[in-house]
């Protein structure tokens, strides 16, 4: 992590409003990105990953709250900013690109007028400089033939071009940080080797920082400086990519990686599934998130209180109260 | 050995229009695949390649322009040959969501093929399902409750049991794993490794999952715009590659395991058309 990120998520909390209190689905969590760097934040179904990616657009749904710290992004404080600064931000310094490019598209509109509209709803340019623009991001995002091809619908193109669409869209104003929820997910492996390789191209050639959202663990080594893993809401532990896959220190990314079959795999070594299922939030209370699927507790501590960071060395850290009491040793 | 299912030869073509214009969409060209007992046996491939049309030609969904299914090595013709293969080879499909009817109880939607094979009285069929219930790993309770009051991966176990309900000899899986989140992936592989050795079932799995597949599958298929490309047990196919296009696909894997070796797609000659000021 450089020495002054771009930006700092510091202990954040989003919340629902629930039958008994305030159901937190993003609870007290922080991280920063540097400038031209990757962090992944890596975490399965309702580990809130996508709700933290919300609140770095400004677009968390209602009646969902965004409290803590805050949100600096070049030195400003974006939970402090109003709808307004909000809009000029979103877009054109921060962009999106969500899962599903063929929902993320207006069937009804060719893809290079989308383009041109994004740009003339952030700068005062002329239809024909917008559509030079949307001609240029469209080349840059690998699209073919911009020209004749930017007059395409979205049902026109194939899967992979609809994201390239969708990430040209995203670059069109210029941004400075990219987040990208799941935008390899549905992709074939091959697509997805190029997407990834385009969103590379663009922090390592442009200087573009990415927050890149997977659940595929795979992936962080391919795009990631550094990883964030979530789990129910909270982070539970963070590092260099490499670091955390070589030394993971967390039961649940154990879990997590014990559980994904690789190239090696075969039935002659069985995956070890984590046994259970993920909590509802309402269960976890004040001790630590993964206690109920844990085979590590620590009695008369985890459904307590719950886990400070402790370093792991390497800028790495882990939120796990049987590492704290017994080092990599007890959680392995 | 005689292959308990057999697709052989075969062929489909689908006719589109587009302005007015007949054109010949070749899905499956020519493609040969068959399950022994107890063998898994994967198909790979990415989208379009054909392998979910031909695993549904395999059960009748769709019918073959040309070529043969074969059940226990005889052909497949009348309309008794088929009810008779579905009472051997069940389906179960990518999304729980859509395949388990939303208004109707797990442990109705469970008897209901008991019915349609004419199996059992009422309590037989209640039985059963709890049996199928406990094979999957569920508890006796979710047989009242609706699909929308369980989880993704409890509804993939119950599709799992609903195939199981007949006890059929094969069962073809279209990517069943594929939305699930990856600890979930896990217990229903687990799952299905134990009911393949405590069955001795055979499996056709489909998926585009390479990492899935080498894990699973004894022998592999791989295929590419309705074509195979390469075939041979999972090992070989992995360790030794011999088509062009299955070492660009196990390229393109992402895999935490592999350490400095890039991904094909991200060498710069594989990242295709990208120009970057």
Redesign the interface.
């Given at each position: 992590m450089s020495a002054d990120p771009a930006l700092r998520f510091e202990h954040v909390t989003i919340a629902f409003p629930g039958a008994e209190g305030p159901l937190k689905v993003v609870n007290d969590v922080s991280f920063a990105v540097g400038s031209g760097q990757c962090l992944v934040i890596v975490g399965e179904s309702g580990s809130g990953k996508s709700m933290a990616c919300q609140a770095l657009l400004g677009i968390v749904p209602a009646p969902g709250a965004v409290s803590g710290q805050g949100i600096f992004w070049e030195g400003r404080d974006l939970l402090k900013s109003s709808a307004r600064d909000w809009m000029k931000v979103r877009g054109a310094e921060i962009a999106m690109v969500f899962q599903d490019p063929a929902a993320a598209l207006n069937p009804l509109m060719p893809v290079g007028r989308q383009i041109v509209d994004v740009v003339r709803a952030h700068r005062s340019v002329t239809r024909a400089e917008a559509e030079r623009r949307a001609i240029e991001v469209l080349n840059q995002v690998g699209f073919p033939e911009p020209e004749r091809r930017m007059r395409a619908y979205p049902i026109e193109l194939s899967g992979g071009l609809r994201q390239r669409v969708a990430i040209a869209l995203a670059l069109a104003c210029g941004p400075k940080l990219i987040v990208a929820d799941e935008a390899t997910t549905n992709l074939d492996v091959s697509i997805q080797a190029q997407i990834i390789g385009l969103l590379r191209s663009l922090k390592e050639e442009l200087g573009i920082s990415i927050v890149f959202v997977t659940h595929d663990l795979g992936l962080a080594p391919e795009i990631g400086d550094e990883v964030l893993v979530m789990y129910a809401g909270h982070a539970v532990e963070r590092g260099p990519v490499r670091e955390v896959l070589d030394r993971p220190s967390h039961p649940y990314t154990i879990g997590l990686l014990n559980s994904a079959p690789t190239l090696e795999s075969s039935r002659a070594h069985p995956l070890k599934p984590i046994p259970g299922q993920v909590p509802a939030l309402d269960e976890i209370g004040a001790g630590a998130p993964f206690r109920s699927r844990c085979p590590v507790v620590v009695s008369g501590r985890c459904d307590s209180a719950k886990p400070d960071w402790t370093a792991c060395g390497g800028g790495h850290f882990v939120a796990c109260h049987r590492f704290a009491q017994d080092g990599i040793g007890g959680v392995q | 050995m005689t292959a308990i299912l057999e697709g052989r030869n075969i062929v489909k073509t689908f006719t589109t229009r587009r302005g007015g214009q007949k054109h010949e969409v070749r899905a499956v060209g020519d493609v040969t695949v068959a399950a022994d007992r107890g063998e898994i046996v994967g198909l790979v491939g990415?989208?379009g390649c054909g392998k979910t049309t031909f695993s549904r030609i395999l059960i009748g969904i769709e019918t073959a322009s040309s070529g043969t299914v074969l059940h226990d090595g005889k052909p497949v013709a009348t309309k008794a040959d088929w009810k008779a293969l579905r009472r051997d080879v069940q389906y179960v499909f990518q999304d729980p969501y859509t395949s388990l009817c939303p208004t109707m109880r797990i442990g109705e939607a469970l008897a209901e093929p008991l019915l349609v094979h004419g199996i059992g009285d009422k309590s037989e069929r209640a039985e059963r399902v709890r049996e199928a219930l406990s094979l999957v790993g569920l508890q006796g309770f979710i047989a009242d409750r609706l699909p929308s009051q369980l989880?993704?991966?409890q509804r993939q176990r119950v599709s799992l049991a609903r195939a199981l309900m007949i006890r059929p000899r094969v069962l073809i899986c279209d990517e069943i794993v594929s939305g699930l989140?990856?600890?979930?992936?896990?217990?229903v592989?687990?799952l299905l490794?134990e009911l393949q050795a405590s069955l001795g079932l055979s499996l056709i799995f489909i998926s585009?999952?390479?990492?899935?597949i080498?894990?699973?599958c004894d022998r592999v298929v791989v295929m590419y715009r309705g074509e195979i490309v390469e075939q041979g047990p999972?090992?070989r196919v992995?360790g030794a590659p011999e088509s062009d296009y299955t070492r660009?696909?196990?390229a393109?894997?992402?895999?935490?395991?592999?350490r400095g070796e890039p991904?094909?797609?991200?060498r710069p000659a594989?990242?295709?058309?990208?120009?970057?000021?």
């Open positions: - | 990415e989208s989880s993704g991966g989140d990856v600890s979930v992936q896990a217990q592989l687990t490794t585009h999952d390479l990492r899935v080498r894990y699973l999972v090992e992995f660009g696909l196990l393109a894997i992402p895999d935490h395991s592999r991904r094909l797609g991200l594989g990242h295709e058309g990208a120009r970057l000021a």
